[in-house]
């Protein structure tokens, strides 16, 4: 896929170039790999930027900050993790600032990856030991939320945790240029706890249950 979108940019700068000097400066421009493609890589970290803004007007705003990191511990595996937290704002008459207005709530997950078309594609020089391509992943995932005791609303919260998740899932990730990225995952997510749960004073009845339902995640943004 690397070299695909480095033929896709280069192709019309070779073929409607003219055989001079500065056609020949762009020419090895595009062979030296100015983008990272052919490079190998040990480790990524990834700011989401999908979903950054999910509603925006005059009144609020709100949407999801999301922060991960993927480190390969072999030629064909590596492991991934991300946090996530909801945001929301309110803003002008009575409302508080938006700098006193956040939820709180934090999504924790982690989990191996397996590229699987990696090696083949290494064996016949396609591609290097990176972290781009087809892979199946394992998350684990837990819910952080912060709670206040209800008799005490304005109390400092504490974090704990109101569901785990397991998420089988199969995902395509790709670099866009030097610093961008797009990773898409489909699978099943196996979750415990009480999804409906919104109240964060404690103590509180919830009934925990298990989940079975299908998923997917579209994360775009920068990487280093």
């Known amino acids: 896929m690397k070299q695909l979108l480095l033929i896709v940019f280069c192709l019309p700068l070779i073929l409607f170039s003219q055989p001079d000097s500065h056609s020949s400066s762009l020419d090895s ?5 100015p983008f990272g493609y052919l490079q190998s890589e040990k480790d990524m970290l990834s700011v989401n930027l999908a979903g950054l ?3 925006v007007n005059r009144k609020q705003m709100a949407g999801l900050l999301s922060v991960g990191y993927e480190r390969k511990v072999r030629t064909l595996w590596s492991v991934q993790g991300e946090v996530r937290t909801m945001y929301f704002l309110r803003f002008g008459g009575n409302h508080p600032s938006p700098s006193q207005t956040a939820n709180g709530v ?4 982690v989990g191996p990856r397996f590229y699987y078309h990696q090696k083949k594609r290494i064996t016949y020089g396609r591609q290097v030991s990176n972290l781009v391509g087809s892979y199946v992943g394992l998350n684990l995932g837990t819910r952080m939320l912060p709670v206040r005791p209800a ?6 919260p504490h974090y704990f945790s109101d569901n785990l998740s397991l998420i089988p899932h199969l995902g395509w990730q790709v670099k866009i240029l030097k610093h961008g990225f797009v990773d898409i995952r489909l699978g099943f997510k196996a979750a415990y706890g009480d999804p409906k749960r919104t109240q964060h004073f404690f103590p509180k009845h919830t009934e925990k249950f298990w989940q079975i339902l299908p998923v997917s995640q579209f994360r775009a943004g920068f990487a280093f």
């Open 29 to 33: 421009w595009c062979y030296n790999d």
């Open 53 to 55: 803004f999910t509603q």
């Open 106 to 109: 934090v999504a924790v997950s």
């Open 151 to 156: 008799w005490n609303p304005d109390d400092v």
